[in-house]
């Protein structure tokens, strides 16, 4: 059983950065492979970014990548989210995810069902 809990979230404006938290409970969180995700009001939730178990690989969706860094320590049981040049779009409750699938490729790595623990979420706001 693994808890998660993000934190960092808050009302910026457009250009703006912000660094999320997902701290994880449990002695086993560098065996997991931890994603973000993030759904916007009236959307589905969508893929953000995602990192390998070692932090050696890493995903992000193209709407993000470039401006957004995804990373982990796993003496601290934790993976952050630099955000960078916020837009209004990014806009959403973020929320970490934990996964212990094997697969590989950015297709797994982005697929929410291969991940088992989710925390609550953390509002992020980009306004103009």
């Known amino acids: 059983q693994v808890q998660l809990v993000e934190s960092g979230g808050g009302l910026v404006q457009v250009g703006d950065s912000l660094r999320l938290s997902c701290a994880a409970s449990?002695?086993?969180?560098?065996?997991?492979?931890m994603g973000w995700f993030r759904q916007a009001p009236g959307k589905e939730r969508e893929f953000v970014a995602a990192?390998?178990?070692?932090?050696?690989?890493?995903y992000y969706t193209i709407f993000v990548e470039g401006r957004f860094t995804i990373s982990r320590d796993n003496a601290k049981n934790t993976v952050y989210l630099q955000m960078n040049s916020l837009k209004i779009e990014d806009t959403a409750v973020y929320y970490c995810?934990?996964?212990?699938?094997?697969?590989?490729?950015?297709?797994?790595?982005?697929?929410?069902?291969?991940?088992?623990?989710w925390g609550q979420g953390t509002q992020v706001t980009v306004s103009s």
């Open positions: 995810a934990a996964g212990s699938s094997t697969k590989v490729g950015r297709d797994n790595y982005s697929r929410s069902a291969l991940y088992t623990y």
């Open positions: 990192i390998s178990r070692t932090g050696g690989t890493t």
């Open positions: 449990g002695r086993t969180f560098s065996t997991y492979r």
